[in-house]
């Protein structure tokens, strides 16, 4: 099933059954942020199109905004938790394994910005899945972990809900 596909199932899922909508919006943001799963689900595309359904369909937004922050937060919380106890075997478990410079990459984003790179590193797709693991991995304090981590949950859901849930109704006038 290609991405595309992917996307229309849930997409169609959501629309017609409003009610599954924040239990698939929590799976789909902790799959985005847990750290292996992140790499392989194409779950930031599908919340772009669940935020459009906000908008079209009068879905109500804050639920479904909660779950996207909690699951986001939730997934890179457990990342953590994976890259603090088991630092040493991260870097040779796959996919990480697969892309030797990542862990460095991500290690040198961290060493030069700390929290305010845990911020950042939610924003951009490759970063996303190993920041908090390499936070974890390199014992970065757990409070500051997490205040950046929640901090950017909440942005992170917004930006990605938000356009097409409060921007929908522009779009006729574009068309």
Sequence with gaps: ??????????????????????PIVFL??????????SL???????????????GASGLSFWPIWAAA??????????????GYHFHEQIARMWPLSRDPQLMPRVHALFEKWGAPGVFIGRFFGPLRAAVPLVA????????HFQIAN???AIVWGFTT?????????FLPGWL
């Design 69 to 82: 922050v909690i699951g986001a937060g939730l997934g890179d919380w457990i990342s953590y938790w994976l």
């Design 161 to 169: 809900l938000g356009p097409g849930a409060f921007g929908f109704k």
């Design 40 to 54: 392989l689900l194409p779950a930031t595309v599908i919340l772009w199109g669940v935020g459009a359904l906000i």
């Design 136 to 143: 974890g991995a390199a014992q970065m304090p757990s409070l």
């Design 150 to 152: 929640w901090a950017s």
């Design 1 to 22: 099933m290609s991405i595309s596909e992917m996307a229309d199932v849930v997409l169609a899922y959501v629309k017609d059954h409003e009610a599954a909508a924040v």
């Design 28 to 37: 789909l943001a902790f799959g985005e942020s847990f750290a292996f799963v």
